[in-house]
């Protein structure tokens, strides 16, 4: 198959590069009968999934395992998929080229919910049974991870098991139980009821939910035999510093949209902006050590070749020896000439200075994210950014020579109103000002700022999870208001929505029911929506009215706070108590502050024994 | 400061790389055989690296020629041992020598192309036609072509001059394919693709050759003015 492909498939599409799994560092083993098969699938693109940082990890952490050959996965393009389906070829682990429904294991890592009908494109091309009710004894287990996960009702139909939290440790005991139900030669229900036991993980199969006839609402969730935990407690990494990461990494031949190393600093973050999934559930926040930082980094950048080093984390300029790490990191590769970047900067987080010393060359643009127009509504969401702080540094910015500044904005806030919208558009003409102050002989010649909104999507967990979502006529009322309030040529405006933000929102806060809409969605050809020339609206509105799904019900509509939740069962650690609260300061533009400043008792202190925050 | 220049050869497993793919893993590859580049100046410093001709998607080759300007000295087998060390498995150096960094780019040195083809004939052509075909293509003393300008206009162009041979075989065991040889000139550092060749001769005989992205390409020589 493989040469067939190599020679009379691969000449056909674009990238062909990207089906080979060829790369430097890519993992190649000799199989054996005993090697479980890992097939780690990214539903995208190559150039989305190979940017991913989680997706390294865990190739790395599984194929250090002598008798596990962890592969990658794409969602092939949508050329690639005709060849496939035309050749009645299967989708392929990219490294040994062995059909996915051959593998041991299918593992999906859920970034965003607007992937997940490629999730089930990838199955249907997989030769995989699409539902795990009726997959068969010898077909792979179909597991699942990430931040969608958080929320996997829309899912359980598809998915096997579900590993909520951090997947370093719950992946291995998952291997382990494997194992030791492939020496018992059992069941597929006997590893599903091995595997429910592990803490983090939930096997949907396991348990019932019963609907309010009336209101559609949850009524219960029952976990339907004993192996099966009633909650189900996400997990964490206690001592990240010492935490498992690979010291090589697959370089890709075709860019990525990432295309450099990749490091985590930290994760999670203490900020609590109260729109913000991330935020809450990858609460606590924990840090690596400089010289562990430094000492991985060297290694990366010796085994790989790239020229640019990320440092990635939530909110980077919060990292506690930022300023020591960046020098730190300059000093070592300046003459090397490789370059750091800082993705993910609060505005007041870092100078300017800071920004101008990583990046001596190039001032190509400043990016910033007030997410809100005027200060009231900036405290709703807690964002504790000021307008001080957003304009002293773009004058800085500007004295420094930039000239092309991004302000990114939300707009469908809670509680938002027309002076919030108008809010924006005057930011922007603030900005326009501080450029105006600086002397003619510093500044850049020419001034670009572009002010950029997306449509909110309330996700659970976060305190806005209760929200109903704005109508999408709503949304376009905003964005007509707020293109009408721009009066300086100076500033232009861009939004993107087609309804994308509408289904996210679906299935953010979806349940069971929905597993029914994504069947029929794929039937008619539904995949790549995060992809606006492939997203089709019409088709997905088809699915809802021929399943007699109302998505205004998950999507538009206001929970009570009593209500049960289809995610409730799940514990991150952050109280649901804690999230009331914030919901009803929010209402009060009242702020909760930053976590080393002050801890606001979230619950993830006495979440997990022996852990303490910022110690 | 110096230049090293080297002849590679690119099989099967990276035929996929375009030009771009295969500069950033030289770059790569580079950086991970820790040898210090020369930058050049300005705001966007990129490594002085080239290649003498870029190669398209889905071309082998036992005969490619690039060159890099390093900060210090490295003598050539230290060259071709560490960067062979660090290159994947479709990319290999043969040879390498060392120069003065001003030296001429091998770009403007070469003179002739081979290539090893093999073709799809099209349904029921057959291999005497073929040859007979390629035959009397060989004789015309003029081949026009369309092409595209860099304005965008189409304009006629005679390939002629770029065409020294083509010869024509049959495949072992498989009567639909042949094996094309040609050898092809370069002028002013100008030439043609060798399909663009078997192209012309469908325009002109008819459809004699199945030409599609499945046709296999392999450069066995690049021949440089001054040798290597």
Request: hydrophobic share 20%; charged share 20%; glycine share 0%.
């Given at each position: 198959m493989n040469n067939y492909i190599e020679k009379k498939i691969l000449p056909l599409v674009t990238k062909p590069i990207t089906y080979l799994g060829n790369e430097v560092n890519s993992v190649h083993k000799t199989p054996s009968e005993e090697m479980i098969r890992f097939a780690f699938a990214f539903p995208d693109t190559y150039e989305v999934g190979m940017s991913h940082l989680g997706m390294k990890i865990l190739y790395g952490l599984l194929n250090e395992e002598e008798d596990i050959w962890c592969e990658r996965v794409f969602a092939p393009w949508v050329d690639m998929e005709e060849q496939l389906v035309k050749n009645n070829l299967i989708l392929y682990g990219l490294e040994s080229m062995m059909p996915l429904n051959e593998h041991d294991f299918v593992g999906f890592t859920l970034?965003?919910?607007?992937?997940f009908s490629n999730v089930l494109n990838m199955l249907k091309l997989g030769h995989i049974t699409l539902e795990s009710k009726e997959r068969n004894e010898g077909e792979p287990f179909v597991i699942a991870g990430g931040p969608c996960a958080y929320n996997p009702e829309p899912l359980s139909d598809f998915i096997d098991l579900f590993v909520i939290g951090e997947g370093e440790e719950v992946i291995l005991k998952i291997m382990d139980a494997y194992r030791n139900w492939k020496k018992a030669k059992g069941q597929r229900i006997d590893f599903l009821k091995m595997a429910a036991q592990i803490e983090g993980v939930y096997i949907p199969a396991l348990y019932e939910v019963s609907y309010d006839e009336n209101t559609g609402v949850v009524k219960s969730f029952t976990p339907l035999v004993e192996e099966a935990p009633a909650t189900i407690r996400k997990q964490f990494i206690t001592d990240l510093d010492s935490a498992y990461f690979p010291e090589k990494i697959v370089v890709s031949y075709t860019e990525t949209v990432h295309d450099r190393v990749s490091y985590e600093i930290f994760r999670g973050c203490g900020r609590g902006c109260r729109f913000c999934q991330a935020g809450m559930i990858y609460r606590p926040t924990r840090e690596k050590k400089v010289a562990t930082i430094q000492e991985k980094i060297r290694a990366l950048v010796n085994e790989t070749g790239y020229d640019e080093v990320s440092l990635s984390s939530l909110s980077t300029g919060d990292y506690s020896a930022i300023e020591t790490l960046i020098k730190n990191l300059v000093e070592e590769y300046e003459n090397q000439k490789v370059s750091i970047s800082l993705p993910s900067l609060r505005i007041d987080s870092l100078s300017i200075e800071m920004l101008e010393e990583i990046q001596k060359v190039r001032k190509t643009g400043l990016t910033l994210a007030p997410e809100a127009g005027t200060q009231r509504m900036r405290d709703v969401i807690n964002k504790g950014v000021t307008e001080e702080n957003l304009l002293e540094t773009v004058r800085t910015a500007f004295e420094k020579g930039w000239g092309h500044v991004k302000l990114y904005f939300m707009i469908g806030l809670p509680g938002e109103t027309a002076e919030d919208i108008e809010g924006i558009a005057d930011l922007g003409q603030k900005t326009v000002a501080e450029y105006l102050k600086v002397d003619r002989n510093l500044r850049n010649k020419s001034l670009k700022v572009v002010l950029s909104t997306s449509s909110f999507v309330p996700k659970p967990f976060t305190p806005f999870q209760w929200m109903g979502q704005n109508t999408q006529t709503e949304f376009r009322s905003k964005q007509q208001q707020l293109k009408a309030a721009i009066k300086d040529r100076k500033i232009s405006y861009s939004w993107h929505d087609s309804g994308v933000s509408y289904l996210e929102a679906v299935f953010a806060r979806g349940d069971r029911r929905l597993g029914k809409v994504l069947k029929k969605a794929n039937e008619k050809g539904c995949r790549f929506d995060g992809w606006g020339e492939h997203f089709k609206l019409e088709k997905w509105t088809e699915a809802f009215v021929e399943t007699g799904i109302d998505p205004d019900f998950y999507a538009l509509r206001s929970r009570e706070f009593d209500e049960i939740l289809p995610w409730d069962f799940i514990d991150t650690g952050v109280k649901k108590e804690f999230l009331k609260a914030e919901a009803q300061k929010a209402q009060e533009a009242l702020t909760t502050p930053y976590c080393p400043e002050n801890c606001s008792n979230c619950g993830i202190m006495e979440f997990k024994k022996g852990w303490k925050c910022h110690v | 400061m110096s230049k090293i220049q080297y002849q590679f050869k690119r099989t099967t497993p990276l035929r996929f790389l375009s030009h771009l793919d295969q500069q950033r893993l030289f770059q790569r590859a580079f950086r991970r055989a820790k040898l210090s580049l020369e930058y050049s100046q300005g705001f966007n410093p990129h490594p002085k690296m080239s290649f003498a001709l870029a190669m398209s998607v889905g071309l082998t080759s036992d005969c490619e020629y690039g060159e890099v300007n390093l900060l210090d000295e490295l003598n050539s087998d230290e060259f071709l041992v560490r960067m062979n060390a660090v290159l994947p498995d479709g990319l290999e150096i043969i040879r390498a020598k060392v120069c003065e960094a001003e030296t001429n780019s091998l770009s403007s040195s070469i003179e002739k192309s081979c290539y090893l083809l093999k073709v799809r004939l099209a349904p029921e052509i057959a291999f005497v036609t073929v040859a007979d075909n390629v035959e009397s293509f060989l004789k015309r003393p003029e081949i026009m072509i369309e092409k595209r300008n860099k304005k965008g206009k189409m304009v006629e162009k005679d390939i002629r001059q770029f065409i020294q041979s083509i010869s024509v075989s049959q495949s072992d065991g498989d009567s639909e394919q042949v094996e094309i040889g040609m050898t092809l000139n370069y002028i002013d550092q100008q030439c043609v693709k060798p399909e663009l060749v078997l192209d012309s001769v469908n325009r002109l005989y008819g459809e004699v050759f199945m030409i599609d992205p499945t046709i296999e390409c392999h450069r066995q020589e690049l021949l440089l003015k001054a040798g290597f």
């Open positions: 970034q965003y919910e607007m992937s | -």
